[in-house]
């Protein structure tokens, strides 16, 4: 659809206030879509007849009003006949007119809500999504799984690093409880051992964890 992907390039470059002008537009539009969603799912059959009328009570009628003004701020497009008599084309006075003009035909087809800001991390750029397209670009998408799989492994060795800090503390209260004899005294050299290498796997994840944190691979 190149009218979405126009809109949507004219929020990231247009400059204010034709991007003010626009942003309200677009928002009294998203408004009266919801309103009117919601009202149509509550019609009854007699209401559907004079539907047009009920749909259009209080603020749906307003928020046409309004946006209809708005609209008429901009001068008519003028017509380009084509030589072929069919295809001929409205020709816009200004960018903003036609990206005015192009928000309506996205409202008539129910499209508003693909126009998406970015959520990807520190962009916010404004898209025309295809459906169930979550960022804006395969950079963002690609930025969004590396994040997720850094997360993953911080959080593995979060885990590993718990585990081998409770291993040890089992180790130690293991030695606390030997008694003097000979007997004892070789467990003891055998849990020490043990409980040395739990607490270096411990701290051996806690660095590459740190690291991680740091941002560092
Ligand atoms: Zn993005």
């Known amino acids: 659809m190149a009218i979405g992907v126009a809109v949507a390039s004219f929020f990231n470059e247009a400059e204010e206030p ?10 009294k539009l998203r408004k009266m879509a919801a309103l009117v969603a919601t009202q149509s799912g509550d019609l009854s059959d007699a209401e559907v007849e004079g539907s047009q009328i009920h ?49 309506i035909t996205l409202y008539d087809k129910g499209l508003l809500d693909r126009l998406r800001d970015c959520e990807g991390d520190r962009c916010g ?9 979550q960022r804006c670009s395969d950079r963002c998408r690609h930025k969004k799984i590396e994040q997720t799989e850094h997360f993953k492994s911080y959080r593995a060795l979060y885990a590993k690093e718990q585990y081998w800090n409770a291993v040890s503390r089992g180790l130690r209260s293991e030695i606390k409880n030997l008694s003097r004899s000979r007997e004892d005294h070789k467990t003891k050299a055998e849990l020490e051992e043990r409980r040395k290498a739990a ?12 690291q991680l944190k740091d941002g560092k691979p």
């Open 18 to 27: 034709a991007r003010l002008h626009i942003e309200r537009i677009l928002q």
């Open 55 to 103: 749909r259009e009570s209080g603020p749906v009628l307003k928020l046409r009003l309004q946006v209809e003004e708005l609209l008429a701020q901009y001068p008519r497009p003028r017509r380009r006949l084509s030589l072929e008599g069919s295809g001929s084309e409205y020709v816009f006075e200004t960018k903003e007119a036609e990206i005015a003009d192009g928000l």
């Open 125 to 133: 750029k404004c898209y025309f999504a295809r459906p169930n397209q």
């Open 199 to 210: 607490l270096e796997k411990a701290e051996a994840a806690k660095r590459k964890r740190e």
